[in-house]
Each structure stands twice: as structure tokens, then as C-alpha cells.
T-cell receptor
Framework: DAGITQSPRHKVTETGTPVTLRCHQT?????MYWYRQDPGHGLRLIHY???????DKGEVSDGYSVSRSKTEDFLLTLESATSSQTSVYFC????????????FGQGTRLTVV | AQTVTQSQPEMSVQEAETVTLSCTYD???????LFWYKQPPSRQMILVIR??????QNATENRFSVNFQKAAKSFSLKISDSQLGDTAMYFC??????????????FGKGITLSVRP
């Protein structure tokens, strides 16, 4: 266990509602990432963070925002959920050292109906 | 921008046999890292093996080994003595040797491997 907790693990929400997914780490790692996994697309990067209040967009950031006000928490917000955002969302963390791999959370299955 | 291509969506192998999963990537970087992750039905992402681009020697981890061809930008995973527990989706991933804003993983689309008893 790499000390990563995603919450909730499962969520069903209605189109147009706001949704926030939380990633919490106990490792004090610098880098945190949000990915979405969809069949036929693998894992695609939504947003990532390289420090407190330092975030950047990934390849599929439209419709998503993030915040990182403290090292241990990285929040992903869907301001107005759409059916195309139905997916499995993974959080990952990585230490500052350049030669280390990323460690992943258990994933959150989000269904937008 | 970096891209990672896994062109085979599915493969199947008999238990105890050897299978090779293919991965190619495109980058203009010289220093980088390559990874293979395994995702069993539990959905957990598990690191299988990693390779540093500056190392010529291919990485090995027990039954798992890679064939890293830097000039060809190829990074295949060989699984020897396949076991039923190897049934999973496998992802190839690329990461630049970088700190700060450019430190991110790029994944291929994955390949589903089934090990037949």
C-alpha cells in the first residue's frame, strides 16, 4: 500500500451536478496526478500537480478543475458532470526523485446518468 | 509531445509458455524512463518493471524482462513461464527525465493478456 486513498470509491450522479473526487496521500510526495481510464483509451492525464498550489493541465482537462491547497490532498472537480465523464478515475503520486515510478490509488468509478 | 503505442489490443497465451507484449514510443528526448504496469481485474495498478533509457542493459524482474531498443524506440515485455495470475491488462508508460512541470507519465492504450490453463 503506497499510502494513497481515493474517495469515494464509487459514485453515481446526475448530469449537471457538481462532483468532487478526493485523493489523499500519507507519503508527503511532491507529484500528484489525476487520470481517467476508458476502454480503448488507456489512461489519460487530466491534471497534475508538482507542488502545493502548482498544477497544470493534462491532455483531457476540459470540464475538470483541480486544487491542491496542502501536500496530502489533490481534489478533482467536475463542475457540471456530463455522461462523457463516466469513467474510472485514478490518482497517482510520485516522489521528487526523477527516477521513481508512480504509485496509484484504487480508482473511483464514476457514473453520470 | 510524447506518444506511446500499443498496437495489440488482446493476446492469449498457454500457461507455462512465453509471451511478448509490444510497445513503441515517440519522443525527441534522450533521457527518459519506460515502465510496464499490470492491471488485474481488481483494478489496482501494479508496477511490473522499469527501464532507464541511459542504461543499455535490459531490465529483468524474475519472470519479466524487457527488450529495449532505443534507436527503434521499442520497449517490449517478455513474460516467461506464464501463470494464471498474469491474466491482466498491461500498460506501457513513458516519463521524461525531468523535475517540475514536465514530470508526468504518458500511457499506451493497454493490452489485455489472457493466460489459458
Amino acid at each position: 500500500d503506497a499510502g494513497i486513498t481515493q474517495s469515494p470509491r464509487h459514485k453515481v450522479t446526475e448530469t449537471g451536478t457538481p462532483v468532487t473526487l478526493r485523493c489523499h496521500q500519507t507519503e508527503n510526495h511532491r507529484y500528484m496526478y489525476w487520470y481517467r481510464q476508458d476502454p480503448g483509451h488507456g489512461l489519460r492525464l487530466i491534471h497534475y500537480s508538482y507542488g502545493v498550489k502548482d498544477t497544470d493541465k493534462g491532455e483531457v482537462s476540459d470540464g475538470y478543475s483541480v486544487s491542491r491547497s496542502k501536500t496530502e490532498d489533490f481534489l478533482l472537480t467536475l463542475e457540471s458532470a456530463t455522461s462523457s465523464q463516466t469513467s474510472v478515475y485514478f490518482c497517482a503520486i510520485r516522489p521528487h526523485k526523477v527516477d521513481t515510478e508512480a504509485f496509484f490509488g484504487q480508482g473511483t468509478r464514476l457514473t453520470v446518468v | 509531445a510524447q506518444t506511446v503505442t500499443q498496437s495489440q489490443p488482446e493476446m492469449s497465451v498457454q500457461e507455462a509458455e512465453t509471451v511478448t507484449l509490444s510497445c513503441t514510443y515517440d519522443t525527441s528526448e534522450n533521457n527518459y524512463y519506460l515502465f510496464w504496469y499490470k492491471q488485474p481485474p481488481s483494478r489496482q495498478m501494479i508496477l511490473v518493471i522499469r527501464q532507464e533509457a541511459y542504461k543499455q542493459q535490459n531490465a529483468t524482474e524474475n519472470r519479466f524482462s524487457v527488450n529495449f531498443q532505443k534507436a527503434a524506440k521499442s520497449f517490449s515485455l517478455k513474460i516467461s513461464d506464464s501463470q494464471l495470475g498474469d491474466t491482466a491488462m498491461y500498460f506501457c508508460a513513458f516519463m521524461k527525465h525531468s523535475t517540475g512541470a514536465n514530470s508526468k507519465l504518458t500511457f499506451g492504450k493497454g493490452i489485455t493478456l489472457s493466460v489459458r490453463p
